[in-house]
């Protein structure tokens, strides 16, 4: 069987792709950020996953407002990188892992939820940096497979994050069930505080950041028990889209070991921050 062997969490502000396309990464405004993404990238080039699960939300650019599905699932062979309006980006194609996406979207449907199936789609920022910022910008492959794991985070109503964490205990039997030997890492993208529009935008929250990235390992049940309205209200609108975050989570043991942890405000408009966990027992 495939075996979860970690989890990792990122945030995917667009300018930390764009910075490392004009090679911007040692600037004043960038470095501090960059400089702590290296332990992140070791783990994971020391235990060679197969398979990245990729919990994220499209930003409008492959799911517009008509249709947002709450909870979707990736069952393709290939995903492109979708260019969000400055022209294509030098990254390959992501190399899907259909089987186990629709294995995924099975066992979804046995614990009652029922995601939308998606066969063709391209992906944004929400996918491709969290991915570079794990596993650099590749020649011509990317080591991994990938799994997208949609989850709406735009369009309210958004789902409870309660649900997010439930969804990643599913996420974990479907991974422990699938008939493979892949090594398989989950990582949920995202915020940490920001938000983009409105009367807060410019909003940052850097202690609750840090409170989070310390509870999503110590103390989930705090963090899924909190309200929509919660992640708003602390985060920002966007900032909401932490609850990803409580995906990976749920897909872990209860007890997990912090292989590295970072933080650093502000990047773009965000509190940037990388985690990678680990099982207690493994
Ligand atoms: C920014 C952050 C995001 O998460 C996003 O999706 C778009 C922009 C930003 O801080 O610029
Ligand atoms: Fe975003």
Same mark, same amino acid.
């Given at each position: 069987m495939a075996t979860l062997i970690g989890g990792l969490g990122s945030s995917h502000v667009p300018s930390i792709g764009a910075?490392?396309?004009?090679?911007l990464t040692q600037t004043d405004d960038w470095k501090p950020f %960059?400089?702590?993404?290296?332990? +992140?990238?070791?783990?994971?080039a020391a235990n060679r996953p197969d398979v990245a699960v990729v919990v994220f939300n499209d930003h409008g650019n492959s799911f517009f407002l008509d249709?947002?599905?709450? %909870?979707?699932?990736?069952?393709?062979?290939?995903?492109?990188?979708?260019?969000?309006?400055? +022209?294509?980006?030098a990254i390959p194609s992501f190399e899907g892992h259909a089987d186990l996406g629709w294995h995924v979207v099975d066992r979804m449907v046995e614990n009652r939820f029922d995601p939308m199936i998606v066969q063709e789609i391209e992906v944004d920022h929400g996918l491709q940096v969290p991915m570079e910022l794990f596993f650099g910008k590749p020649e011509t492959a990317w080591p991994v497979r990938v799994v997208p794991v949609f989850v709406n985070v735009i369009q309210y109503p958004i789902p409870l994050p309660s649900r997010c964490y439930e969804l990643g205990q599913v996420l974990r039997r479907a991974i422990e069930s699938f008939p493979g030997d892949e090594r398989v890492v989950v990582i949920g993208t995202g915020g940490l505080s920001h938000q983009l529009q409105g009367a807060r935008a410019g909003f940052t929250n850097p202690e609750a950041d840090r409170e989070f990235l310390r509870d999503i390992a110590a103390n989930p049940g705090r963090l899924a028990a909190l309200s929509r309205e919660d992640y708003v209200r602390l985060f920002g609108s966007e900032g909401a889209e932490l609850m990803m975050w409580l995906v990976m989570r749920g897909a872990m043991d209860p007890e997990v070991v912090v292989k590295h942890s970072h933080y650093y405000v502000p990047a773009s408009m965000t509190g940037a921050g990388m985690l990678v966990l680990e099982?207690?027992?493994a």
């Open positions: 910075a490392m396309d004009k090679g %960059f400089d702590g993404i290296g332990p +992140g990238r070791d783990w994971v249709k947002v599905p709450t %909870f979707a699932i990736g069952c393709a062979e290939r995903y492109d990188p979708i260019d969000e309006g400055w +022209g294509p980006r099982n207690r027992a």
